[in-house]
């Protein structure tokens, strides 16, 4: 298989994986803090790297019906969050695309 290729983030404010430190998300990509995940508080954020993606499923989330796909750490595999590929209510439809990333699974990066 090989070893994946890892992008590391320079700006000041970078999350990281929890497990295995490999940088998933930088600050300015956030869109939102008022999300709920499967282990409590989450974020939105615009992009994401260093994560693959899992098989796409139907899930029943707070807001209603959305298509997604789990979001796994490329290092270590761990479950961050998801990407929400479909929403099917009109009002929902701004998350098309983007992540949600768990706070329980990331760390902030050189203490800011």
């Not at 989450?42 to 899930?59: I, M, Q, T, W």
Request: charged fraction near 25%.
């Amino acid at each position: 298989m090989g070893r994946p290729f890892k992008q590391w983030l320079s700006s000041p404010r970078v999350y990281s994986c929890a497990a295995c430190r490999a940088h998933c998300c930088d600050h300015e990509e956030i869109m939102s803090k008022n999300f709920t995940g499967r282990h409590g508080r989450a974020f939105l954020f615009h992009n994401v790297v260093n994560v693959s993606l899992g098989p796409r499923e139907e899930r029943i989330l707070v807001t209603g019906l959305h298509t997604v796909a789990d979001i796994h750490c490329i290092s270590c595999n761990t479950v961050l969050g998801w990407k929400y590929e479909h929403a099917f209510e009109p009002a929902q439809k701004y998350k098309e695309g983007k992540f949600i990333v768990e706070k329980a699974k990331i760390m902030k990066e050189n203490d800011w």
